[in-house]
């Protein structure tokens, strides 16, 4: 179809068929007023403040629901209009309380701006008003429904964009509402608390608490960051007034979350004013932790340092560094470590994901998500097995409902309803752990019916044949007996996963440090394989890791067999380079894992140990007595962090570190999108960047570094990282970029293993033990602190926010 | 299975949920009939009592918000319990002219409710309609389906006490 071209307000515009009014005058940089109106939600002209006069028309018609059409001629400012945008001001008006001096909302409510814009100071109209009291009842936010003007945005984002479906209109008329079934409280719905209501709330009905009070939008200045929670890599509006962070709000212009956040990023930055903060070096001295200067603390360190290599030699010492870091900080960390003469440096970036970090490098060469999260909106089936997005990684089951509404299959595989299960057109409430066996048949009625890609699989895989006999040994009986899903819901959904141009898998069951996890990794690579669901866009297998650096800090090189890039300690032209870089030998042996350390109790051969930001005493829930006895036999303890930790209070010397909001660098998140987060306020007292402290204390330990900032450290890395070697913080400012970015002129990778996979060809992996994997209830179980909406891995940051009070259950 | 509930201070209730199961059986997977499966829970109940209508909710996986919202948007949907009498006043021209008010004030009087509400015995549900169409015995009242016609406010209380 041709383009139609049409005139608003004098001025003649081409838009495309099917283009409303409201979009043709937004092209022209025409402001027409909207409260009902939303890009994500379906339009239904409900306000009518975007009326406008179309020539010829015989009444004004809502712009946002009215298609452009062909020699239209529209008027969105004539005197008609404005009359009727009064009219409906002043029928808003005259039943919404004008408590503007007070109201949080005023500065930027639509309510308020468009009066003020047409002039509308009181209503014409008197009638009865509405004296409904607040919801109070949440930690989080206050919902005073006397103010809601019904347009009916938070309803459409909590129902259809992040499926809590907490609030609907409810009754009709006059005391027409919007709130929980039954008029129960907030608290006590299905509310999730993602806060993207109170974002789209056009006037001032819901009120975080965290900002009551707190500032005007005219004293607030906007930092962009990235929340430092989940391996997302949301991107954050900081609202920060006199070097306070009082709000957060999503950013909306960038692909990973769009404008959308969870609980997490909404509610959870309150950490940073917690008065478990460290805001000065600790020095121990008879069990007791005195305050001292960083001249004092980091001779000390030096001392230590000096003392241990002389003693025990290098590999006496070993840094463990978290996946909370910065890449600018765990960069400097490893190179510290290795500048010592020693490879002991890790993270536990590998303990916790193991199995998907090696079940991915076993059937494609290398591990990383293999797709974007964008993508998701527009694949054509998903398949969840062993995970519930909506609660471990709330942005990605976003985007699952974004495809459904698209038009997507979903198949959700898990013994008990998960947040996408209602939307699921195939829901397979398999026996616990059978999920290897379920998806093994799945790749058995795939190869029987012929539904493979077998294109794909002799151009580009191997190991087939081995495959498919393993596969083809089971029945669907059997199968349908294991899982207890019956022969045709396993078929409906085999064909289902098979038929769509592009499917997609996502799964947390390789996050977990249950080894038994791996046999699903690979089932599932074995899945994606067999059906050409690799190597290209909306396709892949999404195994989102935990924390929002993990990537990061391992693509950093913070692991004791690999530098920056996964460059071999073994190979001499890989030290050489570094060692060219660094002005300093790199020990040619692989160093010391984090687990076996741990492990090895009073044996150990570490005497040193620098830990950063990372709480190994209560890693994964609870206390960990062989760690505390390693820790224990330490002749010298370092913990850099943010809190005082029940690790930090076993250290020697604890040096105060900034939290996200305090301090300039990048984050990799689970879709290796790079990405810059900045400086919104000063951190406490004389705490620092974790860079800069490493940096500083390198020189205490003989070793000449020159940074001026985070971006000279980001810049040496590119240079000695291919998959970096592209990116600058210039570039990163907007969308980040993907790696590899290998070149100034690359623009980064969003779909892995286009034309050829890491180890060359796919790999195939029989995959026989049908019940050792663990199912996701089991997982929660295990690990549990790692996939709480609330909380990560390690919870110190959230447990000391006011998400911690969220109650997960109420109301399901 | 079956759960008790609250309905009025003194009465509670057995919501028997497996009923609520096989009344709405035939709408599993159709989420746009809700409103027929609704019917058919407030045709046996009565009204639409919440473990019931959380019942549909989980069965249909339609949020309950939804359903609430659909539920108090119709005027057939009744979310609290009725009497076995349903008492409907006529508020038309006619019966106003003759002295409804007056009648529906001492109906209020004589069961303790106002327009709207049911008696805690579940005996009376007191309603207003327009008109029911029989001016001629202006002011009437309807009590199920039985008509009484000009009434006075005095021959109200032996009328009510015919229905037990």
Same mark, same amino acid.
């Given at each position: 179809?041709?383009?139609?071209?049409?005139?608003?307000?004098?001025?003649?515009?081409?838009?495309?068929?099917?283009?409303?009014?409201?979009?043709?005058?937004?092209?022209?940089?025409?402001?027409?007023?909207?409260?009902?109106?939303?890009?994500?939600?379906?339009?239904?002209?409900?306000? #009518?403040?975007?009326?406008?006069?179309?020539?010829?028309?015989?009444?004004?018609?809502?712009?946002?629901?009215?298609?452009?059409?062909?020699?239209?001629?529209?008027?969105? @400012?004539?005197?008609?209009?404005?009359?009727?945008?009064?009219?409906?001001?002043?029928?808003?008006?005259?039943?919404?309380?004008?408590?503007?001096?007070?109201?949080?909302?005023?500065?930027?409510?639509?309510?308020?701006?468009?009066?003020?814009?047409?002039?509308?100071?009181?209503?014409?109209?008197?009638?009865?008003?509405?004296?409904?009291?607040?919801?109070?009842?949440?930690?989080?936010?206050?919902?005073?429904? !006397?103010?809601?003007?019904?347009?009916?945005?938070?309803?459409?984002?909590?129902?259809?964009?992040?499926?809590?479906?907490?609030?609907?209109?409810? +009754?009709?008329?006059?005391?027409?509402?919007?709130?929980?079934?039954?008029?129960?409280?907030?608290?006590?719905?299905?509310?999730?608390?993602?806060?993207?209501?109170?974002?789209?709330?056009?006037?001032?009905?819901?009120?975080?608490?965290?900002?009551?009070?707190?500032?005007?939008?005219?004293?607030?200045?906007?930092? #962009?960051?990235?929340?430092?929670?989940?391996?997302?890599?949301?991107?954050?509006?900081?609202?920060?007034?006199?070097?306070?962070?009082?709000?957060?709000?999503?950013?909306?212009?960038?692909?990973?979350?769009?404008?959308?956040?969870?609980?997490?990023?909404?509610?959870?930055?309150?950490?940073?004013?917690?008065?478990?903060?460290?805001?000065?070096?600790?020095? +121990?001295?008879?069990?007791?932790?005195?305050?001292?200067?960083?001249?004092?603390?980091?001779?000390?360190? &030096?001392?230590?340092?000096?003392?241990? +290599?002389?003693?025990?030699?290098?590999?006496?010492?070993?840094?463990?560094?978290?996946?909370?870091?910065?890449?600018?900080?765990?960069?400097?960390?490893?190179?510290?470590?290795?500048?010592?003469?020693?490879?002991?440096?890790?993270?536990?970036?590998?303990?916790?994901?193991?199995?998907?970090?090696?079940?991915?490098?076993?059937?494609?060469?290398?591990?990383?998500?293999?797709?974007?999260?964008?993508? %998701?909106?527009?694949?054509?089936?998903?398949?969840?097995?062993?995970?519930?997005?909506?609660?471990?990684?709330?942005?990605?089951?976003?985007?699952?409902?974004?495809?459904?509404?698209?038009?997507?299959?979903?198949?959700?595989?898990?013994?008990?309803?998960?947040?996408?299960?209602?939307? @699921?057109?195939?829901?397979?409430?398999?026996?616990?752990?059978?999920?290897?066996?379920?998806?093994?048949?799945?790749?058995?009625?795939?190869?029987?019916?012929?539904?493979?890609?077998? &294109?794909?699989?002799? +151009?580009?895989?191997?190991?087939?044949?081995?495959?498919?006999?393993?596969?083809?040994?089971?029945?669907?009986?059997?199968?349908?007996?294991?899982?207890?899903?019956?022969?045709?819901?396993?078929?409906?959904?085999?064909?289902?996963?098979?038929?769509?141009?592009?499917?997609?898998?996502?799964?947390?069951?390789?996050?977990?440090?249950? &080894? @038994?996890?791996?046999?699903?990794?690979?089932? %599932?690579? !074995?899945?994606?394989?067999?059906?050409?669901?690799?190597?290209?866009?909306?396709?892949?297998?999404?195994?989102?890791?935990?924390?929002?650096?993990?990537?990061?800090?391992?693509?950093?090189?913070?692991?004791?067999?690999?530098?920056?890039?996964?460059?071999?300690?073994?190979?001499?032209?890989?030290?050489?380079?570094?060692?060219?870089?660094?002005?300093?030998?790199?020990?040619?042996?692989?160093?010391?894992?984090?687990?076996?350390?741990?492990?090895?109790?009073?044996?150990?051969?570490?005497?040193?140990?620098?830990?950063?930001?990372?709480?190994?005493?209560?890693?994964?829930?609870?206390?960990?007595?062989?760690?505390?006895?390693? %820790?224990?036999?330490?002749?010298?303890?370092?913990?850099?962090?943010?809190?005082?930790?029940?690790? @930090?209070?076993?250290?020697?010397?604890?040096?105060?570190?900034?939290?996200?909001?305090?301090?300039?660098?990048?984050?990799?998140?689970?879709?290796? #999108?790079?990405?810059?987060?900045?400086?919104?306020?000063?951190?406490?007292?004389?705490?620092?960047?974790?860079?800069?402290?490493?940096?500083?204390?390198?020189?205490?330990?003989?070793?000449?570094?020159?940074?001026?900032?985070?971006?000279?450290?980001?810049?040496?890395?590119?240079?000695?990282?291919?998959?970096?070697?592209?990116?600058?913080?210039?570039?990163?400012?907007?969308?980040?970029?993907?790696?590899?970015?290998?070149?100034?002129?690359?623009?980064?990778?969003?779909?892995?293993?286009?034309?050829?996979?890491?180890?060359?060809?796919? %790999?195939?992996?029989?995959?026989?033990?049908?019940?050792?994997?663990?199912?996701?209830?089991?997982?929660?179980?295990?690990?549990?602190?790692?996939?709480?909406?609330?909380?990560?891995?390690?919870?110190?940051?959230?447990?000391?926010?006011?998400?911690?009070?969220?109650?997960?259950?109420?109301?399901? | 299975?079956?759960?008790?509930?609250?309905?009025?201070?003194?009465?509670?209730?057995?919501?028997?949920?497996?009923?609520?199961?096989?009344?709405?059986?035939?709408?599993?997977?159709?989420?746009?009939?809700?409103?027929?499966?609704?019917?058919?829970?407030?045709?046996?109940?009565?009204?639409?009592?919440?473990?019931?209508?959380?019942?549909?909710?989980?069965?249909?996986?339609?949020?309950?918000?939804?359903?609430?919202?659909?539920?108090?948007?119709?005027?057939?949907?009744?979310?609290?319990?009725?009497?076995?009498?349903?008492?409907?006043?006529?508020?038309?021209?006619?019966?106003?002219?003759?002295?409804?008010?007056?009648?529906?004030?001492?109906?209020?009087?004589?069961?303790?409710?106002?327009?709207?509400?049911?008696?805690?015995?579940?005996?009376?549900?007191?309603?207003?309609?327009?008109?029911?169409?029989?001016?001629?015995?202006?002011?009437?009242?309807?009590?199920?389906?039985?008509?009484?016609?000009?009434?006075?406010?005095?021959?109200?209380?032996?009328?009510?006490?015919?229905?037990?």
């Amino acid at each position: 179809m041709s383009a139609i071209e049409l005139t608003i307000d004098g001025k003649k515009i081409e838009v495309e068929p099917g283009t409303t009014i409201l979009e043709a005058a937004r092209q022209l940089g025409i402001d027409i007023p909207t409260f009902c109106y939303d890009p994500e939600l379906p339009s239904n002209g409900a306000c #009518r403040i975007c009326v406008v006069e179309v020539e010829k028309a015989r009444a004004l018609v809502a712009s946002c629901v009215a298609p452009a059409g062909s020699d239209m001629v529209v008027h969105t @400012a004539s005197e008609r209009v404005i009359n009727a945008r009064r009219a409906i001001l002043s029928l808003l008006v005259a039943n919404h309380p004008l408590d503007c001096i007070t109201c949080e909302k005023t500065g930027e409510c639509k309510l308020q701006d468009y009066c003020y814009r047409y002039g509308v100071a009181d209503s014409e109209f008197s009638g009865e008003v509405k004296e409904l009291s607040d919801d109070d009842s949440n930690a989080f936010f206050v919902r005073d429904m !006397n103010k809601c003007i019904l347009c009916g945005i938070c309803v459409g984002k909590c129902q259809d964009v992040i499926g809590a479906g907490a609030i609907d209109f409810t +009754k009709r008329g006059f005391v027409a509402n919007v709130g929980p079934a039954f008029e129960d409280s907030i608290e006590d719905s299905t509310c999730v608390f993602c806060g993207l209501c109170i974002d789209s709330c056009p006037v001032g009905a819901l009120i975080p608490k965290y900002s009551l009070g707190k500032g005007r939008p005219w004293e607030i200045t906007k930092t #962009r960051a990235v929340c430092p929670y989940c391996s997302i890599g949301c991107n954050v509006n900081l609202h920060v007034k006199a070097n306070e962070v009082i709000g957060v709000t999503p950013v909306e212009t960038n692909p990973v979350n769009r404008g959308h956040l969870c609980i997490k990023g909404k509610f959870g930055w309150d950490y940073l004013k917690s008065g478990d903060r460290l805001t000065r070096p600790l020095i +121990k001295s008879n069990g007791v932790f005195l305050e001292v200067s960083w001249e004092e603390a980091l001779a000390l360190i &030096a001392d230590n340092i000096d003392e241990v +290599k002389t003693r025990y030699g290098s590999d006496a010492i070993m840094g463990l560094c978290s996946p909370k870091t910065t890449n600018e900080e765990s960069y400097l960390f490893q190179k510290l470590i290795r500048s010592l003469g020693t490879n002991n440096v890790d993270s536990y970036t590998r303990h916790c994901h193991a199995p998907a970090v090696d079940g991915m490098m076993e059937a494609f060469g290398s591990a990383a998500m293999t797709n974007s999260i964008e993508e %998701l909106s527009d694949t054509g089936a998903i398949l969840v097995v062993a995970a519930d997005p909506a609660e471990s990684h709330p942005v990605i089951s976003y985007r699952v409902r974004e495809a459904v509404r698209n038009g997507a299959q979903l198949i959700v595989a898990d013994p008990e309803p998960i947040g996408l299960t209602d939307l @699921a057109q195939h829901y397979l409430p398999l026996y616990e752990g059978s999920a290897v066996a379920l998806v093994n048949a799945m790749a058995y009625i795939i190869i029987e019916e012929g539904l493979q890609d077998q &294109a794909f699989i002799d +151009k580009r895989t191997e190991g087939y044949a081995a495959f498919k006999a393993a596969v083809s040994k089971y029945s669907i009986q059997d199968a349908a007996e294991v899982t207890g899903i019956g022969e045709e819901e396993l078929r409906s959904a085999a064909r289902a996963y098979a038929g769509a141009e592009k499917a997609a898998i996502i799964s947390t069951v390789g996050a977990n440090y249950s &080894a @038994a996890g791996g046999g699903l990794v690979l089932a %599932l690579a !074995n899945l994606a394989l067999l059906t050409g669901n690799l190597g290209k866009e909306s396709a892949g297998l999404y195994l989102p890791y935990g924390e929002n650096n993990l990537q990061g800090v391992s693509d950093m090189g913070a692991l004791p067999a690999v530098l920056s890039g996964y460059q071999l300690v073994k190979e001499k032209a890989v030290r050489d380079k570094f060692s060219r870089s660094w002005k300093t030998e790199i020990n040619q042996n692989a160093g010391l894992s984090a687990a076996e350390v741990f492990t090895s109790g009073e044996n150990s051969a570490i005497k040193a140990l620098y830990i950063l930001d990372e709480n190994p005493v209560t890693c994964i829930g609870e206390e960990n007595v062989e760690t505390v006895q390693f %820790l224990a036999n330490l002749d010298f303890l370092i913990v850099q962090d943010i809190f005082m930790t029940e690790t @930090a209070a076993l250290a020697d010397v604890i040096l105060p570190a900034a939290a996200f909001a305090e301090q300039e660098g990048t984050y990799t998140n689970t879709e290796r #999108r790079v990405q810059l987060t900045r400086q919104a306020v000063n951190p406490p007292g004389e705490a620092f960047p974790g860079w800069a402290i490493i940096a500083e204390l390198a020189g205490w330990l003989g070793f000449e570094w020159i940074y001026d900032g985070p971006s000279d450290v980001f810049d040496e890395m590119t240079s000695l990282t291919p998959q970096y070697a592209g990116m600058s913080y210039e570039r990163l400012k907007t969308r980040g970029l993907q790696w590899p970015c290998p070149s100034e002129d690359h623009p980064g990778t969003a779909v892995l293993y286009e034309g050829r996979f890491s180890r060359g060809l796919g %790999l195939f992996t029989v995959v026989d033990d049908q019940t050792a994997v663990p199912s996701r209830t089991e997982i929660s179980v295990s690990s549990a602190a790692a996939y709480h909406a609330c909380q990560c891995q390690s919870d110190s940051m959230s447990k000391r926010s006011v998400i911690n009070n969220f109650k997960r259950d109420s109301g399901r | 299975m079956s759960t008790v509930v609250e309905t009025r201070e003194a009465v509670t209730e057995e919501i028997d949920l497996s009923k609520v199961d096989s009344l709405i059986e035939p709408y599993l997977g159709k989420k746009e009939m809700v409103i027929p499966a609704l019917q058919k829970v407030q045709d046996h109940f009565g009204y639409l009592p919440r473990p019931a209508v959380e019942r549909v909710s989980k069965q249909m996986r339609i949020p309950l918000s939804r359903i609430y919202g659909v539920a108090t948007f119709y005027a057939q949907f009744k979310m609290k319990p009725r009497g076995r009498y349903i008492i409907r006043v006529c508020k038309g021209t006619a019966c106003h002219i003759q002295g409804s008010p007056k009648i529906a004030e001492r109906i209020e009087d004589i069961l303790s409710i106002e327009s709207g509400e049911t008696t805690d015995d579940l005996r009376f549900t007191l309603e207003e309609v327009a008109c029911i169409g029989a001016c001629a015995l202006a002011p009437v009242i309807m009590i199920n389906e039985n008509p009484h016609g000009r009434l006075t406010p005095d021959k109200v209380k032996d009328i009510l006490d015919s229905y037990q």
